[in-house]
């Protein structure tokens, strides 16, 4: 026998591998579906890619790649024997079989025991070899199984390689020298010294620099200057703003070079007038005013007085925590409840599958069906059969392992275990969309939409109108205008005295602020931060204001309740709206330029350079920014290439030389050296002298803003009006909508994270009617009326979007339910008015 399996093994061993260090083993999910080693089918393992495949899968895999030897692994979990030992940990029958393989399910360990078994299969026969079967089979298949059965999970040896599992306390932690300098750090308002970047921002804690951090591949970051900082003073910690909560902060061995944590942490930020120690007694030592409105509000959004009805069937799976990933869950939920979500992924789930890459695991497009079809076809949310309680019946769900990795995959934050906000991971979710849609249907533009900004010069008068596209409407909640204003003083006021008093606590008050006053807060005029006014050539006063150019399908609200105190204590305002379940937006639609009003002159603002800076611009030499140079090479891109990258981007920035490098690396030339023209090149005048208006552009530029989607013709009219500068360039064309010589609109930069400013920069110049239907090569900007229905809500309880948990209610067939992680149940009471994210959808014309 021992001789029959090992000729019959023969033709295929050059396909089995033995898993190396560095491999990951997907032995308990399916890599197209939710099928594991508890499914009816089991899973089955490559032995040569170690990927996953449920039965229905598995097929697929044989014929892409003819590998023909699978491990399948099958679990089954029974129900103890009657008399068993209470208490007992389940029993393995093979105990070394499935080392490391965790329990799916949430049996209750004194309840149940498993069974695990394991076979090699030889596909298209389907012949099977139990295993251990150290005797009969050839050695080295014996070793790949054994280590195939011993490997830990692939999303195990994930998350023990995740920076946060391995951070260790700074060697600078206990001696750091922090100055005596009378810096003082507000709680808002932060942006980086060096080049007033208002994102991803360091506080230095020796010196309380406060500065920008490294440009990352997904569009966030900054130009480094905290690392230059660095090695300028060597001064080696870092904390980044917005991280700070009561239990720690995100901090930065420069020295080290990864994160670290600092013991010490509340003293050095209390150095800088950041009072952690108070923030820590916010949470914890003054029970009576912090836990109460929280339980109130769990109970509230939870609906934990109500004994709600499972309910089970397609569109009704739950979603496993995975811990601190119901931010994710939640977004999604929601998203796969919207039609066009639903047609694109679930809709081309075969094609998708079939035309998938050989590592499904790694592409967006098969895991995002994938996700898709857990969460609709019903087959992970079946009721219970009649043998079985209904009262002992526990909803599984489906658990989203390879989902999250891949999308989080190089995001500092949702990489990590960490709670985060849900309406930064829409976007994110929406940028990832946009990126993978390229020759498809992109689902995402169902919420994209033209914004009209109104700014005006308070002094002059004078009035710019620029466009943008955004995602998200996001509407303050003014606590002035709250009906009943009155109680929430006296509430205050009872709340000092007792806390003066050591006493109990007042019953906490809950601010009721109408939905007008949010729309009308919304429409009102907001001061602009450092406004350079073109009619004075001046920095002064201005104003801006907001309003809807097109409406999209899906609107998207967020009620904007976070906030820091003047104490550093990140909080969330306990407000309730009485938010309508129609919504009409119509007086918000813009206008544009109107009778008697005069627009700012179109002048840019003066550029200042540093004397090194002029001294160099003198010289024969190139000027280049060598920390973008640095961040491209890191990247794995020829270091000449990069060079010249940066150059012919005018030293914008890694991102804008990066798209550069992307639309000219199949160029012969690409990784020769730089040859730029020197100034003695041009003549000896030509260093004093403007371009000529009639001569071309370079065509590096020109391909740079083409590149962007804008039209050549428009590209070449605006570099000839700036002189040839790239920067200005661009703003130029945002600011002279007129002048586009019919040659269309700006398409979507796929690789920018959506945000409120992100797309200043796309879609300047569409008009106000713009559609698909009417102009073909515009945005792709679907308009509307601005009348809407609510048909979701996303609800967060806790003290910051850090920590807490989330929540969703979806309508469905005529009903509100609630997914609350993997439970699915009618909704009794929809708590409307305390949610953090509304979706809506567009009504009909009629």
Known sequence: MAADLGELLVPYMPTIRVPRTGDRVFKSECAFSYDSPESDGGLYVCMNTFLGFGREHVERHYRKTGQSVYMHLKRTVKKKATGAAGGAVPRRRNGKTFLDLELHQNYNADDYEYEDEAQLVIFPDHFEIPLPNIEELPALVTIACDAVLNAPCGFRKQEQDSWEEEVQV????????????????????????????????????????????????????????????????????????????????????????????????????????????????????????????????????????????????????????????????????????????QRAYVGNLQRIYDYSPLDPTQDFSTQMAK????????????????????????????????????????????????????????????????????????PSDVFRFLVEERTQCCQSRKVRYTQRVDYVMQLPAPVEAATNREELIAYEAKRQEAQE??????????????????????????????????????????????????????????????????????????????????????????????????????????????EDTRDSSMTDSPEIDESAVMQLAEMGFPQEACRKAVYYTGNMGAEMAFNWIIAHMEEPDFAEPLVAPSLSDSGPSSASQAPSTDSQPPEESVAILTSMGFPRSQAVQA???????????????????????????????????????????????????????????????????GRYE???????????????????????????????????????????????????????RS
């Open 501 to 610: 008093k050591m006493t109990a606590s007042p019953e906490p008050v809950r601010a009721r602020v109408p939905f007008t006053a949010c729309l009308q807060a919304f429409s009102e005029p907001e001061n602009v931060l450092d406004f350079w006014s073109s009619a004075l050539q001046a920095k002064s006063a201005g104003v801006k204001t907001s309003r809807f150019v097109s409406f999209p399908e899906y609107l998207v609200l967020q009620i904007k309740k976070f906030t820091f105190g003047l104490d550093w204590v990140p909080k969330k305002i306990d407000l309730s709206i009485d938010m309508p379940d129609f919504l009409d937006l119509t007086r918000l639609r813009a206008t544009g330029l109107q009778a008697g009003e005069e627009e700012l002159p179109d002048l840019m603002p003066p550029i200042v350079l540093p």
């Open 170 to 341: 700074s060697k600078h932690a206990r001696s750091l020298r922090q100055l005596d300098n009378g810096v003082r750090i507000p709680p808002s308002g932060w942006k980086c010294t060096k080049c007033e970047m208002r994102e991803n921002l360091w506080l230095n804690l020796t010196d309380g620099s406060v500065l920008c951090g490294k440009w990352f591949f997904d569009g966030n970051g900054g130009n480094g200057h905290a690392l230059e900082h660095y090695r300028e003073t060597s001064f080696p910690l870092a904390v980044k703003l917005g991280t700070i909560t009561p239990d720690g902060a995100d901090i930065y061995s420069f020295d080290e070079e990864e994160a670290v944590l600092d013991p010490h942490i509340s003293d050095h930020l209390a150095h800088f007038g950041i009072d952690m120690l108070q923030m820590q007694k916010t949470e914890n030592g003054h029970v009576d005013n912090q836990v109460r409105p929280r339980v109130t509000e769990w109970e509230v959004i939870q609906e934990s007085g109500s004994k709600l009805k499972a309910v089970y069937g397609p569109g009704y799976t739950g979603v496993r925590n995975l811990g601190n990933s119901c931010y994710l869950g939640t977004t999604m939920q929601v998203l796969f409840s919207i039609p066009e979500f």
């Open 719 to 785: 570099l000839k009006a700036t002189n040839n500068n790239l920067e200005r360039a661009l703003d130029w064309i945002f600011t002279h909508p007129d002048n586009e010589e019919d040659s269309g609109s700006a398409s979507d930069m796929a690789e920018t994270e959506p945000n409120d400013n992100a797309f200043s920069s796309a879609n300047a110049h569409s008009d106000s009617t713009l559609s698909p239907d009417q102009d073909p090569a515009g945005p792709r900007i679907k308009d509307g009326p």
């Open 371 to 442: 996700l898709g079809h857990g969460l609709l076809s019903g087959q992970y949310s079946k009721p219970p059969v009649k043998s079985e309680l209904i009262e002992q019946h526990q909803q599984k769900g489906i658990c989203p392992r390879m989902f999250k990795a891949l999308v989080s995959k190089g995001h500092p934050e949702f990489s990590s275990n960490r709670q985060q906000d849900a309406h930064e991971f829409l976007l994110h979710i929406i940028n990832l969309v946009e990126r993978n849609s390229a020759g498809s249907e992109n």
């Open 790 to 844: 609510l048909f979701a809500f996303i609800s967060h309880m806790g003290t910051s979007t850090m920590s807490g948990h989330y929540v969703c209610h979806i309508k469905k067939e005529g009903r509100w339910v609630i997914y609350n992680d993997h439970k699915v149940c009618l909704s009794e009471r929809p708590p409307k008015d305390m949610a953090y994210m509304y979706f809506y959808h567009r009504l009909s």
